[in-house]
């Protein structure tokens, strides 16, 4: 039985189950990155040469190819031993891990200068981190992860028509697109909101004159 154009109607619950892999790539390795990018951060706040090396392994992690990453990963782990997915969300740890210890630390010095809201505009920044994460997620297709876009590529190649294959991928692209550019929306009407309370935040203003008188 087939849909508009030649698509299987097996293609949209599989495609789905495949979108549902991409956030879950993206959840995890934004729970590794939060957990190692804060103690990053915490390090490069106290300073010391504990402060500088973690300055240096972020510098490292934020130039690092999440495909150089991922192939390592594969290549350096027994078969068997770390799943195929687990090793998508590993290689884009260093990336949340490195966005997050520069947040992370944006929101320390803002809580130690008394700003309190201004240090929870980590919390858009991170989930912003998280749709980003979603997008490079589909650098699992390259290792057979049955991911969104790897559904998609597969069910191209079977498709007896142009227009059909391209129809393929104005689905993928919609249904990756609607939610993403959804989160975004909302994540950037979060930010502003965020950044206009914290502008009226009377400690922030006390902490400023604070300095000022010093």
């Given at each position: 039985m087939s849909t508009f154009a030649g698509i299987p109607a097996a293609f949209f619950p599989a495609f789905l189950a495949g979108m549902r892999v991409n956030f879950e790539i993206a959840g995890i390795a934004l729970l590794l990155g939060i957990a190692g990018g804060m103690l990053l951060a915490a390090a490069r706040y106290w300073g010391s040469v504990a402060g500088m090396a973690a300055g240096l392994a972020v510098g490292l992690m934020r130039a690092a190819p999440t495909f150089v990453v991922m192939f390592f990963l594969l290549n350096a782990t027994p078969p068997g031993i770390v799943s195929p997915v687990m090793i998508v969300a590993l290689s884009l740890v260093p990336y949340a891990a490195a966005y997050v210890a520069d947040?992370?630390?944006?929101?320390?010095?803002?809580?130690?200068?008394?700003?309190?809201?201004?240090?929870?505009?980590?919390?858009?920044?991170?989930?912003?981190?998280?749709?980003?994460?979603?997008?490079?997620?589909?650098?699992?297709?390259?290792?057979?992860?049955?991911?969104?876009?790897?559904?998609?590529?597969?069910?191209?190649?079977?498709?007896?028509?142009?227009?059909?294959?391209?129809?393929?991928?104005?689905?993928?692209?919609?249904?990756?697109?609607?939610?993403?550019?959804?989160?975004?929306?909302?994540?950037?009407?979060?930010?502003?909101?965020?950044?206009?309370i914290a502008e009226h935040d009377p400690r922030r203003t006390l902490s400023a004159a604070t300095g000022l008188s010093r």
């Amino acid at each position: 039985m087939s849909t508009f154009a030649g698509i299987p109607a097996a293609f949209f619950p599989a495609f789905l189950a495949g979108m549902r892999v991409n956030f879950e790539i993206a959840g995890i390795a934004l729970l590794l990155g939060i957990a190692g990018g804060m103690l990053l951060a915490a390090a490069r706040y106290w300073g010391s040469v504990a402060g500088m090396a973690a300055g240096l392994a972020v510098g490292l992690m934020r130039a690092a190819p999440t495909f150089v990453v991922m192939f390592f990963l594969l290549n350096a782990t027994p078969p068997g031993i770390v799943s195929p997915v687990m090793i998508v969300a590993l290689s884009l740890v260093p990336y949340a891990a490195a966005y997050v210890a520069d947040g992370g630390l944006d929101a320390l010095r803002a809580f130690h200068a008394g700003s309190h809201l201004a240090a929870f505009l980590i919390l858009p920044n991170i989930a912003r981190a998280f749709f980003v994460l979603v997008m490079s997620s589909s650098a699992g297709a390259a290792i057979g992860v049955h991911e969104g876009i790897a559904i998609i590529l597969q069910q191209a190649q079977k498709m007896p028509s142009t227009g059909g294959t391209l129809m393929l991928f104005a689905i993928g692209i919609v249904c990756f697109g609607i939610p993403l550019q959804t989160g975004f929306v909302a994540v950037r009407l979060l930010h502003r909101q965020l950044s206009r309370i914290a502008e009226h935040d009377p400690r922030r203003t006390l902490s400023a004159a604070t300095g000022l008188s010093r």
